[in-house]
């Protein structure tokens, strides 16, 4: 899946980043001819710049990774910015594609696509997935997903298609409307303990549903905000009359507020919460993990019906098109949402370095530590 992309050791990438953080504590040079790096990077497209006469302006981002579960691999992201109207004031509207595959037969790709139209009056998102790629499950519930005995690996073959409608009511309130297919199942399965019976990944499972959005945006801007709030509620209603194989429901809540301090830096903070109800198949389980929802935690292994999470991040520009992160954060799981207060709290700290490959598009390398736990992350874009 596509947090199993964000576990990925970049390797070239990392040398990139860090040849890049360095050269800005270095002296002056005498000559104000571009380095190599910045020569390699502009033939890449990421120059830091927009070229509106291209009807999409594209950097390539490639790099090998090495991971236990993948093995040998290369990892392509795809970064694409255009305009859809005249008026210079819309924000750009966006198309990331990541690409991966490995030495151990793992495949997959993905595109996430963001587009402003009748200037920002109406928004369409688009995500489309599809992987062959290996993941874990340690059953449902902290106290099973945290003994490291539980673990069951297995090959997912996934695939996801979510479009999304969204129409501006007021100066910064949306409505939106768009449907879910989400279709998983495994195989390979091989638990660590054979007392765990991991026989239910095995299990096709096949989720539609219509999505319904409602929220207050008032960010400079949805790739990268610098200042603003995002306050979100979305509905997930997936029933077998829509070709489901489960009636259940989902509300995903969000709360983000972003600071914007001196010098280009940024105070963010988030809380998040995902409530299920109904007879909520294992691969639409409220999950903590990823590059996304709690870094520092293998995507997968920590899930139950409900979940939250609070996360905040010192994002400090460095210099030029440099900067870094440093962030802490902590979420719970619970079967009720009454019991989320008692649950074990799971904290997550971390620090990462972000490249601007494009207007206020980073290109974002974390570093992230948990509970027993831990993560390497690359990803286009800031995590919230």
């Known amino acids: 899946m596509i ?18 953080a360095a050269s800005h504590n270095a002296p002056e040079p005498l000559s104000n001819e571009p380095s190599w ?31 236990p579960e993948m093995q040998l691999g290369v990892g392509m992201s795809a970064v694409g910015l255009y305009q859809v109207d005249d008026n210079p004031n819309t924000q750009l509207s966006s198309l990331v594609i990541n690409a991966l595959a490995s030495t151990n037969g793992a495949l997959g790709v993905s595109m996430n696509n963001k587009t402003f139209l009748n200037e920002d009056q109406q928004r369409f998102y688009l995500t489309m997935e599809l992987f062959d790629v ?23 073959r996934s695939a996801r298609l979510n479009p999304m409608w969204l129409q501006r009511l007021f100066q910064y309130s949306f409505v939106g409307i768009g449907f879910d297919v989400d279709y998983e199942q495994g195989r390979n ?40 709030r995002i306050a979100q509620l979305e509905l997930g209603i997936y029933r077998t009359a829509l070709g ?28 998040r919460g995902r409530f299920s109800s109904g007879d909520v198949p294992w691969n639409q389980l409220s999950k903590l993990g990823g590059g996304h ?26 210099k030029g098109r440099h900067g870094m992160v440093y962030w802490l954060g902590g979420g719970v799981l619970a079967d009720e949402v009454h019991h989320l207060t008692d649950s074990k ?20 390398l974390d570093l ?11 990803n286009v874009n800031e995590a919230f």
């Open 3 to 20: 947090a199993t992309l964000r576990h990925c050791l970049i390797i070239g990438l990392i040398l990139t980043s860090v040849s890049a």
């Open 37 to 67: 790096l910045d020569e390699f990077l502009d033939k890449l497209g990421a120059d830091g710049e927009f070229d509106a006469d291209k009807l999409i302006d594209f950097s390539f981002l490639p790099g090998p990774f090495y991971n």
């Open 134 to 156: 290996p993941d874990v499950y340690y059953g449902v519930g902290y106290d099973s997903n945290h003994q490291p005995n539980n673990r069951v690996d297995f090959d997912s």
């Open 189 to 228: 399965v091989t638990a660590i303990n054979p007392d765990i019976d991991g026989s239910l990944v095995t299990e096709s499972s096949t989720s539609v549903g219509v999505d319904l959005l409602i929220n207050y945006d008032s960010r400079d801007n949805v790739l990268n905000p610098q200042q603003g």
């Open 244 to 271: 489901s194989d489960n009636n259940f429901n989902i509300i995903d809540l969000q709360y983000s507020r972003y600071i914007g301090l001196r010098e280009q830096d940024v105070l963010a903070w988030q809380v």
């Open 293 to 318: 929802l709690l870094r520092g935690y293998t995507s997968g292994r920590y899930r139950d019906q409900q979940m939250l999470l609070m996360q905040a991040e010192y994002r400090h520009h460095l």
């Open 345 to 364: 709290v799971l904290p997550s700290v971390g620090l990462g370095y972000r490249f601007e490959v494009k207007p206020r598009v980073n290109l974002r």
């Open 368 to 378: 992230a530590f948990g509970d027993g736990d831990s993560g390497f992350y690359f």
